[in-house]
C-alpha cells in the first residue's frame, strides 16, 4: 500500500468472481492492511506465526549512540570489522541513501543504492551486485527494501531510525532468517 498499489488491488479485485478463495500474506500487519482486508474478505481468519511487533530471537539487536555529526566515521568504523561481509542498511530518504552510499565509496568500501528514484535495471544491477559478493553494503530506504531477500543475510544497519515500529520489526526481518542468526544495529 505504501507503494501506490492500492488502486491496481482494486481494480482486480473487482475483476475477480464474487465467490472466491483469498489468502494475503504479510510480514506485518498495520492497520491499512487489516481494513483493507476486512474490506474485500468475507469471514477472514487469521493466522499468525508471531505476535505483531515482534523480532525474531535469532536477532541480536545493538545501539550506538552518537551526535549526528559522527555517524558517518562510526559507520565506517563499524565496517572495518571484516567479519561482516554483507550489510543491508536503512536510511530514511532517497537521497540520503545516494549520499551514504558515495560516502562509503569514497572510503574504498564497495557500496550500491537502492531506492524508487533508480530505473528498474539500476535497481536489479545494484542487488544481483550485492548477491553476488561484489557489493558488501546495500544502502535502501523501507520501499525499496520491500521484499527483498538475501538468503544468509547476518548483518542489518538502520543509519535513520525508523518513524514507526513496524517499519522497524520489517527492517531488521531481512536477518535473522530461517533460524539463523543476525545482527542489527
Same mark, same amino acid.
Given at each position: 500500500?505504501?507503494?501506490? /498499489?492500492?488502486?491496481?488491488?482494486? &481494480? ?7 465467490? *472466491?478463495?483469498?489468502? /494475503? ?14 474490506? $474485500? ?6 493466522? %499468525? ?15 550506538? /549512540? ?13 565496517? *572495518? ?11 530514511? !530518504?532517497?537521497?540520503?541513501?545516494? +549520499?551514504?552510499?558515495?560516502?562509503? +565509496?569514497? &572510503? ?20 544481483? =551486485?550485492?548477491? #553476488?559478493? &561484489? !557489493? ?7 520501499? #525499496? #527494501? ?14 535513520? $531510525?525508523? !518513524?514507526?515500529? %513496524? #517499519?522497524?520489526?520489517? *527492517?531488521?526481518?531481512? !536477518?535473522?532468517?530461517? =533460524?539463523? *542468526?543476525?545482527?542489527?544495529?
Amino acid at each position: 500500500l505504501d507503494m501506490g /498499489f492500492i488502486h491496481d488491488i482494486r &481494480k482486480i479485485i473487482a475483476l475477480l468472481p464474487p465467490k *472466491r478463495q483469498s489468502l /494475503f500474506f504479510s510480514a506485518t500487519m498495520p492497520d491499512k492492511i487489516v481494513k483493507l482486508s476486512q474490506s $474485500i474478505l468475507h469471514h477472514p481468519v487469521k493466522v %499468525e506465526v508471531a505476535p505483531q511487533s515482534s523480532t525474531a530471537d535469532t536477532i541480536q539487536q545493538k545501539v550506538y /549512540f552518537t551526535n549526528k555529526s559522527d555517524k558517518k566515521d562510526l559507520l565506517v568504523h563499524i565496517l *572495518r570489522d571484516e567479519s561482516i561481509d554483507q550489510v543491508l542498511l536503512f536510511s530514511r !530518504t532517497k537521497h540520503g541513501a545516494d +549520499k551514504i552510499a558515495r560516502n562509503l +565509496k569514497k &572510503k574504498n568500501i564497495a557500496a550500491a543504492a537502492i531506492h524508487g528514484d533508480k530505473a528498474q535495471n539500476q535497481r536489479i544491477k545494484a542487488l544481483d =551486485g550485492f548477491k #553476488a559478493g &561484489k !557489493t558488501r553494503v546495500l544502502v535502501a530506504t523501507d520501499i #525499496a #527494501a520491500r521484499g527483498i531477500d538475501i538468503e544468509k543475510l547476518s548483518y542489518v544497519i538502520n543509519y535513520d $531510525i525508523p !518513524t514507526d515500529a %513496524e #517499519a522497524y520489526i520489517h *527492517r531488521i526481518g531481512r !536477518t535473522g532468517r530461517a =533460524g539463523r *542468526r543476525g545482527d542489527a544495529v
